[in-house]
């Protein structure tokens, strides 16, 4: 590893191995996907995680995805307390809340979980449309969106947690 990994990537590449995959459910909440990038330690540049991350989120089960998606709150619904989770929502109006709580059990009674979409820079209307849009996609194509979506979120928040500088606990 050279001197100027960023900080937190040096962190997590130093954390025990309990430490590192606790580091890493903080970005996602599937086992699999934290096993495979903690077991892909250490990392020299951030690149080198991101492939990892991805090579990861693509080996996904159905199983393995459902874990992921219970770690994320509903669009429109951020978890209380959880900045992540504010901060990737931020789009969302207080307007287009309602609704998209309202679409968001609809899509969950069609596919069995939460719509989950890469929020991050997204306002609440593109929100909607993409839900909107999805919503009566059949499950084999859902899971692939999805799959792209999370894909999506662990690359910003493994880009946020590399740059970190403490421990964010």
Known sequence: MTSSAPPGLSRLNAASGPGAVALLHEVCASTAWGAAVAAGRPYRRLDDLLAVSDAATAALTAGDLAEAMAGHPPIGRPKPGDPTSAREQSGVADAEREELLRLNLAYQDAHGHVFLICATGRTGAQMLAAL??????????????VRTELGKINRIRLTRLAATEEDPA
Do not use: A, M, S
């Open 132 to 145: 909107n849009e999805r919503i009566g996609n059949d499950r084999d194509t859902e899971r692939e969106i």
